[in-house]
């Protein structure tokens, strides 16, 4: 059985920083990518940034400059750094894998499974 546990969430003022984990068990880590979904209240799930078995990174525009997606294949670790976090970054941030094609990073539909997310809330 496949498990993805996040942490790192947390409170935050704007401007500051939060770094989350993804810890995955149950497949071949370096054979997925990894990718960082949120979703916030009344709004869908929606794309934060995906790291390749390859180490090939892919972010949304919304974070590009201010979030670092990083792994550690000997840890079966995913870390996403967030820097100047913004209001607008409050989420519950998910992590995921898959082996999604370029057209399709974003598309939630296209990984295999879930964790059960962190609450990141930034402060104005």
């Known amino acids: 059985e496949v498990q993805l546990q996040a942490s790192g969430g947390g409170l935050v003022q704007a401007g500051g920083s939060l770094r989350l984990s993804c810890v995955v068990s149950g497949l071949s880590f370096d054979e997925y990518a990894i990718g960082w979904f949120r979703q916030a209240p009344g709004k869908e799930r929606e794309f934060v940034a995906s790291i390749r078995s390859t180490g090939t990174r892919h972010y949304a525009d919304s974070v590009k400059g201010r979030f670092t997606i990083s792994r550690d294949n000997a840890k079966n670790t995913v870390y996403l750094q967030m820097d100047n976090q913004k209001p607008e970054d409050t989420a519950v941030y998910f992590c995921?894998?898959?082996?999604?094609?370029?057209?399709?990073?974003?598309?939630?539909?296209?990984?295999?499974?879930w964790g059960q997310g962190t609450q990141v809330t930034v402060s104005s």
């Open positions: 995921t894998f898959g082996r999604p094609a370029l057209s399709g990073i974003s598309n939630p539909a296209l990984y295999y499974a």
